[in-house]
C-alpha cells in the first residue's frame, strides 16, 4: 500500500478543493463541510478532467458531459455501474494520509474522515 501525507497547503479549507499530482495523473480532495474526500481527477465516461466541476453537496459534477459522481463513494448519481476512483484519506495523529495504489472504489470501512 502506497500512503502520501498531505502537506498543510494540500488541505482544502471547507468548501474548497485542492489538486495532488501522483504517479503521471491527479487527485483532487474536497473539503466538505469539514470532511475530506479524494478522488481521480479524471471522470470514467470519457476521461475529462473532474476538478473543474460543479460540486453540490456531495456530487461533483463533470464539466465535460455533466454526469455527477458523489466524491464519498465515486458512484455515479443515476447509475451505479460508472464509477470514479476513490481514494482513502486517513487521520493518524495530527497527520492527514492519502491511501494510494488500491483499487477500492469506495472508502474503506476502517478510514477515518476528518471532521
Ligand atoms: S467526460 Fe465526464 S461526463 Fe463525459
Do not use: W
Not at 7 to 29: C, K, M, N, W, Y
Not at 55 to 63: D, E, K, P, R, V
Not at 97 to 103: F, H, I, Q, R
Amino acid at each position: 500500500m502506497t500512503r502520501k501525507s498531505l502537506a498543510p497547503p494540500q488541505i482544502p479549507e471547507p468548501g474548497q478543493r485542492s489538486l495532488i499530482f501522483h504517479d503521471g495523473g491527479t487527485i483532487v480532495i474536497f473539503n466538505v463541510d469539514g470532511r475530506l474526500h479524494a478522488i481521480k481527477n479524471e471522470c470514467p465516461h470519457a476521461g475529462a478532467a473532474l476538478c473543474s466541476g460543479r460540486l453540490t453537496g456531495h456530487l461533483i459534477q463533470c464539466s465535460a458531459h455533466g454526469l455527477r459522481f458523489d466524491v464519498r463513494t465515486g458512484a455515479m448519481s443515476s447509475n451505479a455501474g460508472l464509477r470514479v476512483h476513490v481514494y482513502p484519506i486517513l487521520k493518524h495523529n495530527d497527520e492527514y494520509v492519502l491511501e494510494l495504489g488500491t483499487d477500492s472504489t469506495s472508502v474503506s470501512s476502517n478510514a477515518t474522515h476528518i471532521n
